[in-house]
């Protein structure tokens, strides 16, 4: 079995700083096996910001990995946006901003899904299915292959952000190369489900989590998941910030996965 810790949109520069411990706390009393952050580390990607989202990474009593957001790149540097976005994640975050954890029951890719030339909407492309597919690997059947993007593939009806360029056609690509779960962030909510990638086809547990530690909630509670992966089964629980400045369980939702896609429990 794997403890799969999943957080996002921490927006360091504009984050609640009474949460910092009680999140730190809650990764310790969890104690997964990795920690999975799927973008948006800070709110404008100063240096101040990346510095102190990295201090925070540090603290974690876990392994992590991480991809950009779209707040991970500069705003307001229309140069630096330009000619190299990614330069302040590079230097504070990962050098690498596609990620690759494999161990004997779970593989887990990252792409980076931020496009430099919008200011919030991703991108993924045929060169990223790609890369991501042959890093996903075949073979064991009861392996769980995950994919990390900051952007989801999919969006709940009323949803005003638009759905990131190519999302169609990427995740039925990618479902076809063996994912079987998404993390994603970027919208600040909370949502578990499969989602069918094709009309009849397979489906993809898309998974995401809100923000971990900004004001801008949206609506919802600062929140993170806890994973658990045991075979071709998953449970999905979620911890939000309660009145006492602790992070608690919420809600839980199980899964099986089958030969088409998902059975909820």
């Known amino acids: 079995m794997r403890r799969l810790l999943h957080m996002s949109d921490l927006h360091f520069g504009r984050v ?91 593989t887990l890719v990252g792409v980076n899904t931020v496009d430099p030339h919008a200011h919030q909407r991703g991108k993924i492309g045929r060169r990223a299915i790609r890369r991501a597919a042959a890093r996903l690997g075949q073979g064991d059947t009861d392996m769980m292959r995950v994919l990390m993007v900051h952007h989801p593939f999919s969006h709940l009806p009323g949803e005003p952000k638009a759905l990131m360029k190519g999302a169609q056609a990427g995740i039925e690509a990618l479902s076809d190369a063996g994912v079987n779960m998404v993390l994603s962030g970027h919208l600040h909510v909370w949502r578990a489900d499969p989602v069918a990638t094709r009309l009849g086809g397979a489906q993809t547990l898309q998974i995401q989590a809100g923000t971990g530690l900004s004001t801008r909630r949206r609506g919802e509670e600062n929140d993170f998941n806890l994973i658990e992966i045991d075979g071709r089964s998953v449970q999905v629980d979620r911890y939000a910030a309660t009145s006492d400045l602790s992070f608690g369980r919420v809600a839980s939702v199980g899964f099986h996965r089958t030969a088409t896609g998902w059975d909820r429990l």
């Open 16 to 106: 609640a700083p009474e949460l910092q411990q009680p999140l730190l706390d809650a990764v310790e009393r969890l104690s997964p096996d990795l920690v999975a952050v799927s973008g948006d580390l800070t709110q404008r990607a100063r240096s101040s910001e990346f510095r102190a989202a990295r201090a925070f990474l540090d603290r974690l009593p876990a392994p992590w990995l991480a991809v950009p957001g779209n707040h991970d790149v500069p705003l307001y540097n229309l140069a630096g946006r330009l000619i190299a976005p990614f330069r302040g994640y590079r230097r504070w975050i990962s050098r690498q901003l596609e990620p690759l954890h494999r161990d004997p029951e779970m």
